[in-house]
């Protein structure tokens, strides 16, 4: 799935070219969400002048252009801690917005939550809600009619987003 700078801001994410980048890095994000995000830039009260951020604004398709003039604008810190962090933001951004799209479908939400469980390496905090995955309730929890619910199930993915906000909240401020 794909997200947009709409879908980062309605999830309350805030988002940098660091955002960007490894989101167009991992196809994450289309590269006209680039140019959108340049033009924000741009538009900013702050922005100070940077010939890369104006070539972005001017809009491009090619995808490894876009990430040769992020790079070679210095718009980005490619650290493993920020790389894992952004990814986190995405995964946040996908999560956040299938839940409000599909909450009241729920097939197609575990098929959707399956799909995102893949594109993000399998994460541990995810296997819980895919159907093929040993779960952590025991057998005795199991035969309980409240442990089997879609509600139940719902629940438990609404806390799952907010620890996953929680941790980038967490990782944000240091």
Do not use: C
Request: cysteine-free; hydrophobic content about 40%.
């Amino acid at each position: 799935m794909k997200i947009t700078l709409n879908m980062l801001s309605d999830a309350g994410i805030e988002y940098s070219w660091n955002t960007i980048y490894i989101a167009l890095l991992y196809d994450f994000i289309e590269v006209s969400e680039v140019k959108d995000y340049a033009i924000e830039r741009i538009s900013s009260e702050d922005y100070q002048y940077n010939e890369y951020i104006n070539e972005l604004a001017w809009g491009t398709t090619d995808k490894s252009l876009a990430l040769k003039l992020i790079l070679g604008g210095k718009l980005v810190k490619p650290t493993l801690p920020i790389k894992k962090l952004e990814l986190e933001k995405i995964r946040y951004t996908i999560l956040f917005a299938l839940y409000d799209q599909y909450k009241e479908f729920y097939q197609v939400f575990l098929k959707q939550i399956e799909m995102v469980y893949a594109d993000f390496g399998y994460p541990e905090d995810m296997s819980s809600f895919i159907y093929y995955m040993p779960s952590n309730i025991t057998t005795k929890e199991a035969k309980s009619p409240s442990n089997n619910t879609e509600e139940n199930f719902m629940l438990n993915f609404s806390n799952l987003l907010k620890e996953i906000n929680q941790r980038i909240e967490m990782h944000s401020k240091s």
